[in-house]
């Protein structure tokens, strides 16, 4: 059964994303329809599923068991080419007709949480408490709901829809995941990427890029009475700081540097052999990243100089080892792209316009590649992410799956 696609949309989709200039809207129809009502009906069941995969545990880097739950629950849904990849990534298709685009709907399947922490879900009304109920728990399960959806009303696309599970997404994961996919798995073969990530009714559109260091300025040490006199790592560490927080950045775009953690020393009365910190500098804008990084590292070269030049005397000189900890690429697209417009439209057809806020998520590996891609919120309210106090309130929450859905379909074209 063939449902009305707007025509430029359609030729956009044909052409693939390097003709993404054209006006986007969404699907409608009998097929549609019946998928938006089944995600309506069906969400009670699609909250327990919810449940179920935040209740394992998936901490960084030891996703494997979350991973392998992910891959059954894909198999009982009949997508084809299930696999989990060389990186821990869980993949399942549903083909399309050759010669479409390849569009890739994800969640991440790692959270924040060490090996160990009480996973288990409490509920409180419609009210869920749990580390990672919202992230990325939702997002997770609202990739399952969408492909569920479309079985239910026997829809089928265009394009090919991938359905996955990434690796990697937080914190010293680094993208590793979706790194992998683009890198290698997918290499040449999306079209558009959207990633499900987050509570509420928002998208990204453009990625807020990191470079993130740990720095260590290093010495012999000694004695802080008897060695007096020498270079110090720590009084190094302490000009470095005050040099890099005194930068200039602009505030459009926005620019932003921190330094979050400081380590070293053995005892008061101990010159330290070693002394480091970790730094993390972001900005939407790629050349304005580029710049703060490189004033950043012209600081901690003038600091080791400086403190070894203030002890001419010693024979002892410092050096320092700056040492990347993770590099996520900025990149911004434009507001009236063809993705973004029919991310716009999808929620506006379901009652709400939603609001494009930078932020740094999988989103950001094919934004940098310029490949159309949106990161959407999963629906509900969410609180206290990355906490072990996080929550979600599952009070309308079934919008946030169909609004994924149709933007699924809107991008894929329905047949």
Not at 50 to 62: G, L, N, R, T
Request: charged content about 20%; some cysteine; hydrophobic content about 40%.
């Amino acid at each position: 059964m063939r449902l009305k696609l707007h025509a430029a949309l359609a030729a956009a989709l044909v052409a693939g994303p390097l003709a993404a200039q054209q006006p986007a809207s969404v699907p409608d129809g009998p097929r549609v329809r019946q998928a938006l009502a089944f995600v309506a009906r069906t969400e009670p069941a699609t909250i327990e599923e919810q449940i179920a995969i935040c209740e394992i545990e998936a901490p960084p880097f030891k996703e494997a068991r979350r991973a392998a739950d992910y891959r059954r629950r894909m198999e009982a849904l009949g997508l084809k080419n299930i696999r989990i990849d060389s990186v821990g990534n869980v993949i399942g298709e549903r083909p399309g007709e050759p010669g479409q685009p390849v569009i890739v709907i994800s969640g991440h399947l790692d959270t924040v949480f060490p090996e160990g922490t009480d996973v288990r879900v409490k509920r409180e009304g419609t009210l869920l408490r749990g580390p990672g109920i919202g992230d990325d728990c939702r997002g997770l399960t609202v990739v399952l709901a969408v492909a569920r959806a479309m079985n239910d009303a026997q829809i089928r696309t265009r394009g090919t829809v991938l359905f996955v599970g990434t690796v990697g997404e937080e914190g010293a994961g680094n993208l590793r995941g979706v790194r992998h996919l683009f890198e290698r798995e997918l290499r040449g073969r999306v079209g558009y990427f959207i990633s499900v990530d987050g509570t509420g009714y928002t998208m990204t559109k453009d990625a807020v890029g990191s470079h993130r260091y740990r720095v260590a300025f290093k010495g012999p040490g000694g004695h802080s009475y008897g060695d007096f006199g020498m270079p110090n790592p720590t009084h190094a560490l302490g000009r470095a700081i005050a040099k890099i927080a005194d930068l200039q950045v602009p505030a459009d775009p926005k620019v932003t540097f921190s330094v979050g953690v400081v380590e070293g020393g053995s005892s008061v009365n101990a010159i330290a052999g070693e002394a480091s910190m970790l730094v993390d500098m972001r900005s939407v804008n790629p050349a304005a990243l580029d710049s703060l990084d490189a004033r950043f590292q012209a600081a901690v070269r003038q600091a080791v100089a400086e403190e070894n030049a203030r002890w001419p005397a010693h024979p002892a000189r410092l050096t320092v080892d700056v040492q990347s900890i993770g590099i996520r690429p900025a990149g911004t697209q434009r507001a009236d792209a063809p993705i973004v417009r029919a991310a716009r439209a999808a929620g506006e057809r379901l009652g709400f316009t939603p609001a494009a806020t930078p932020s740094s998520t999988d989103a950001n590996i094919p934004i940098s590649l310029g490949i159309p891609s949106l990161t959407i919120d999963a629906g509900g309210i969410g609180q206290g992410a990355h906490s072990l106090a996080e929550s979600w309130d599952s009070k309308g929450s079934e919008k946030g799956t169909q609004w994924a859905l149709l933007l699924v379909l809107a991008l894929a074209g329905v047949r």
